[in-house]
Each structure stands twice: as structure tokens, then as C-alpha cells.
T-cell receptor
């Protein structure tokens, strides 16, 4: 149980285009989902916390207009990287917390974004 | 405030020998602590977690960790390393008031297993 999927697993796009990444909790409801970014040989950096039905809470230094987050249902959150540039190339990982739970996050497999 | 310190960025062990990955934390609340493993180009997999129950926590793949409040440590151990254990390991602390919990990742420890 507690499986989280991400789609796509890999995406290559041209500079200036927008890319949408989906995060789904497959067998549980997740009121809260999280989006992380992982740089090469670095730890995960929390970008934002996504709550179903409300606006996401962004961490300091993360541009909310650049990284649009929509948590439209209890099983789906999306991250859209708008007007992507090469410096946005990274590994993006989402996680979901089971509704009613206070601690454990279940992570998706990640999405490798490469912006040419 | 919370923080996580993984004391070793790289650990190298021979196959069949014990593994010790160190983690120290600080927290203003009663924290939950986790260890995650990440294989190359893969997502994170939960190895084990501590949430104020037994201080010795057993996880998957033969790993375990002991929560020591007096030492603010949560070191990860395994009696005998396997080649498939080669990966990056992250220690994670989660604390805060219910519904407002903050999660902090350590920088990770890369485990190399030598045949």
C-alpha cells in the first residue's frame, strides 16, 4: 500500500516551454502533498507544500509564479514549470502524506527534467 | 528549530561486513525520525521510522536504527552489507505541531559496498 506515482518519469523540453508533472497517490487519499527538488549530489530541497483545495505554501526562495502547483483532488497534485530554462533542469520528487497521518511521507519515483 | 546532520558523506564497506551510517538531529519538539534509501535515478524508499514507540526500530532489508535521545542520534546499522545496499541514504526529521509539521532532510550518505 501507500504507492505514489509520478508522470512523466523523464521529460526533455526546449527552453521557454512549460512542463507539467503529475503526482498521484494510487491507493490512499492525501490531503497534503509535497514537492521537492534534488540537485546532483545534493539532498532534497522542499519547494512547496500542496494542500487539497487551497493554495500551495512555497518555501523561501521558490518562485510561485515559476513553479505552479495545483492540488485539485485528494489523489492528484501537479507541478508546472513555466517558461523552463536550463537551470530548471533537475530531479523533481513529490511525496504524499496519508490523510489523518502526521508524519510519514510516501515518495514518488521522481521526474528527471532536462531543459535544452 | 530542527536540523539533521549526517556525519559522513561517503561510507565504504566490504560485502558481508557491518554498516553504520550516522545521523544526529536537533528538534524543539518530540520528533519523528526516518531513514530513506535512494538508488541511482530512483525515488526514495522508506527504510524505517521512529515515532515515539520502541527506541530500536527494525526496517526493511535487515536495517535497523536506534533512537538515543540523550545523544540526539538515530544511527542506521546493518549486520552484514550486501552489494544491493549500495545507494544514497537520507536521515530525515519531522517535528512540529499537528498539521504544521516540518520535514528536514540530511545531506545524504553514499554507501559503497566493495565485493
Amino acid at each position: 500500500g501507500a504507492v505514489v506515482s509520478q508522470h512523466p518519469s523523464r521529460v526533455i523540453c526546449k527552453s521557454g516551454t512549460s512542463v507539467k508533472i503529475e503526482c498521484r497517490s494510487l491507493d490512499f487519499q492525501a490531503t497534503t502533498m509535497f514537492w521537492y527538488r534534488q540537485f546532483p549530489k545534493k539532498s532534497l530541497m522542499l519547494m512547496a507544500t500542496s494542500n487539497e483545495g487551497s493554495k500551495a505554501t512555497y518555501e523561501q526562495g521558490v518562485e510561485k509564479d515559476k513553479f505552479l502547483i495545483n492540488h485539485a483532488s485528494l489523489t492528484l497534485s501537479t507541478l508546472t514549470v513555466t517558461s523552463a530554462h536550463p537551470e530548471d533542469s533537475s530531479f523533481y520528487i513529490c511525496s504524499a502524506r496519508i490523510t489523518g497521518s502526521t508524519d510519514t511521507q510516501y515518495f514518488g519515483p521522481g521526474t528527471r527534467l532536462t531543459v535544452l | 528549530a530542527q536540523s539533521v546532520t549526517q556525519l559522513d558523506s561517503h561510507v565504504s564497506v566490504s560485502e558481508g561486513t557491518p554498516v553504520l551510517l550516522r545521523c544526529n538531529y536537533s528538534s524543539s519538539y518530540s520528533p519523528s525520525l526516518f531513514w530513506y534509501v535512494q538508488h541511482p535515478n530512483k525515488g526514495l524508499q522508506l527504510l524505517l521510522k521512529y515515532t515515539s514507540a520502541a527506541t530500536l526500530v527494525k526496517g526493511i532489508n535487515g536495517f535497523e536504527a536506534e533512537f538515543k535521545k540523550s545523544e540526539t542520534s538515530f544511527h542506521l546499522t546493518k549486520p552484514s552489507a550486501h552489494m544491493s545496499d549500495a545507494a544514497e541514504y537520507f536521515c530525515v526529521v519531522s517535528d512540529g505541531l499537528r498539521g504544521y509539521q516540518k520535514v528536514t532532510f540530511g545531506i545524504g550518505t553514499k554507501l559503497q559496498v566493495i565485493p
